[in-house]
């Protein structure tokens, strides 16, 4: 994974229209709630059975030299790369967490190739390291993958970080994905978000709600997101059969999109 220029090209008003999915998951540096069990292989299973465009994940493991020795099924390369397999071949990865035996962050995988992508520090405190990876499809679409720590206050600054930088480096026409684990359960930061970006959340659109999504076993909290600017929302879903409450202590959410490009605007916003 190269990273590029992280200069940012303007929506065209005669881009085509674009059908999409895009998945949000934390999966839990590849175990199942509590660490019982190591689930890497059913995570991989879970997303390409999903045929999700775009993949959105959190606490990815990008190096653990000491889990390389002693945890069985472990990948040889690293976990962005094992779970991008040959799904998607395009893919951004963004180190938040660094500690003695390597390090882990967000990561997006997408069909589509990337022009740039940039990892935007937001971390407060240093045992809790938080970050945005800001990614540039061919295509022009805007697509962020945030992790907020687990304290209010810390979570009010970051999105205060979150909403300065797409304000000052995202066109305000441009169509944008903003997916992830939030930590967001009182739903504090959801409408000034909504309100200062100009998004909607995905599952709200469609449930009047936001998701429900951990703990995964029993959701009854709404942590993960899938807020959109420029997008129609088809479908959204709470991904909480067995197979996939298995796999992480967050539910995954999944959402069907269209983006309707009509000159000069963006229709559906």
């Known amino acids: 994974m190269v990273q590029s220029d992280t200069s940012f090209i303007r929506y065209p008003g005669h881009m085509k229209s674009i059908d999409l999915k895009v998945l949000t998951l934390n999966i839990h540096k590849g175990f199942s709630a509590g660490q019982r069990r190591f689930t890497l292989e059913n995570i991989r299973n879970c997303l390409r059975d999903s045929k999700a465009s775009v993949v959105f994940l959190q606490e990815v493991v990008g190096e653990h030299q000491l889990f390389a020795r002693k945890i069985p099924g472990w990948p040889q390369g690293n976990q962005l790369e094992f779970l991008a ?65 687990l304290f209010e206050k810390e979570r009010r600054l970051q999105a205060r970080k979150l909403i300065e930088y797409v304000v ?30 100009r998004l909607h959340d995905a599952h709200q659109k469609l449930n009047n709600k936001v998701a429900n999504t951990f703990p995964s076993f029993r959701p009854i909290l709404p942590m993960d997101r899938i807020y959109l600017r420029g997008f129609q929302v088809r479908s959204c ?33």
């Open 237 to 269: 879903s709470i991904m909480n059969s067995p197979e996939w409450r298995r796999i992480s202590d967050h539910c995954a959410v999944m959402a069907s999109l269209s983006l309707r490009a009509q000159h000069p605007s963006i229709a559906g916003s």
């Open 168 to 197: 000052g480096n995202i066109p305000a026409d441009a169509p944008m994905i903003i997916a992830g684990d939030f930590n967001d359960w009182r739903k504090t930061l959801h409408n000034r978000l909504v309100r200062e970006l």
């Open 85 to 149: 397999d040959s799904v998607w071949s395009h893919h951004a990865y963004g180190k938040n967490a660094i500690y003695q035996h390597g390090h882990h962050g967000n990561a997006i995988l997408s069909e589509v190739p990337f022009k740039s992508w940039h990892n935007l520090d937001v971390s407060l405190m240093t045992v809790s390291q938080r970050g945005i990876l800001h990614g540039v499809t061919a295509n022009n679409l805007h697509l962020l993958c945030v992790h907020f720590g």
